[in-house]
């Protein structure tokens, strides 16, 4: 390499690095001052430190990058292409981090609601970024973005034709997350063979998983036009009744004494509300029947707890000779 050659690569070279390091160095300044600013509780200033500490050294690298190039005694064509490329580099990547770091806000949100997010929930964000983001490519090469709007708006026309039933499970999506009728996490029921836990709102479907370990998958707007029963709205907690069977001849004191008496010692019963002995529907011609009501955390406790409590009540009316009802064949 020839002196002269020498030369014309050193001025851009010390540029680069003395432009690097400026960056480098204001970038570790900032940094140190946003994370003795922010809050130890403020999670989602955390989130966006910690995602942005990576990418923001690639930034200073290619700031270096674009002032050793400007101050290069390169072609103007290759100086136009490459300032460009610098350009469209940096808006894709904090357009990336930018998603990264709303996405992982939005899951925050859901933590602080005691909420899962779906997975439309990120899919919209991420479609809404990115949608800016190639906007402003396009832009940063100068070109029209009036005709493509108008391009794709007949387009769009057309697409919205031929995809009528995917669309419309989509907007029902959408409305099912801004207006959360049911949440992922819930636990609902459709019909009478048909309830379970919801595990994703999706784009086009919602998965139920059901207590038999099979899932449940429902166009979104078919749940928007049904009659859901969300057990997790407005709390979670539940009551469930035990009917409780006994002969006329038996005392309900004495049945109401030990049915409350195994309530409050049965694992899962909940002390609030309490629970309640009920003489309904009462002496009947074939029998006596009572009712006993318990509130328990979630739904998916009823069973046990209603298994568990009619054992001990059967143990107990043998051990007091509380006489059964005789059913005649």
């Known amino acids: 390499m020839t002196p002269a050659q020498l030369a014309s690569w050193t001025l851009p070279v010390t540029v680069f690095s003395v432009s690097t390091l400026i960056a480098l160095l204001v970038r570790q300044v900032v940094l140190r001052v946003l994370a003795s600013r922010v809050p130890a509780s403020s999670k989602a200033w955390r989130l966006f430190l910690e995602t942005v500490r990576g990418p923001s050294v690639l930034w200073c690298l290619a700031a270096g990058l674009a002032i050793a190039i400007h101050n290069a005694q390169a072609p103007r064509t290759f100086e136009y292409w490459a300032q460009k490329s610098i350009g469209v580099f940096t808006i894709v990547s904090i357009g990336l981090v930018g998603a990264a770091v709303a996405v992982r806000m939005v ?132 009551s469930t009744e035990i009917d409780i069977y006994s002969a006329n001849e038996a005392s309900p004191d004495q049945i109401a004494e030990l049915a409350m008496a195994i309530a409050e010692r049965t694992e899962g019963v909940l002390p609030e509300p309490a629970p309640i002995v009920l003489l309904d529907p009462g002496v009947l011609h074939t029998h006596m029947q009572m009712k006993l009501v318990v509130h328990v955390a979630t739904v998916a406790e009823r069973a046990p707890v209603r298994s568990d409590i009619r054992a001990q009540l059967h143990r107990a009316f043998r051990e007091h000779g509380i006489p059964f009802p005789v059913v005649k064949v």
């Open 107 to 238: 899951a925050v949100y859901g933590e602080r609601k005691s909420l899962r997010i779906a997975g439309l929930s990120k899919t919209l964000v991420y479609l809404v970024i990115f949608s800016i983001v190639l906007l402003m490519v396009l832009s940063e090469f100068e070109v029209q973005i009036t005709p493509i709007l108008t391009a794709l708006g007949v387009g769009g026309l057309a697409v919205a034709l031929a995809l009528q039933d995917t669309l419309s499970n989509f907007f029902a999506g959408i409305h099912i997350l801004v207006e959360e009728p049911i949440r992922v996490g819930d636990f609902v029921r459709l019909s009478k063979d048909e309830e379970g836990t919801v595990s994703d709102i999706g784009w086009r479907t919602t998965r139920i998983q059901t207590f038999q370990n099979t899932v449940i998958v429902v166009p979104n707007k078919n749940l928007v036009s049904a009659n859901i029963v969300n057990f997790h709205l407005a709390e979670r907690r539940v």
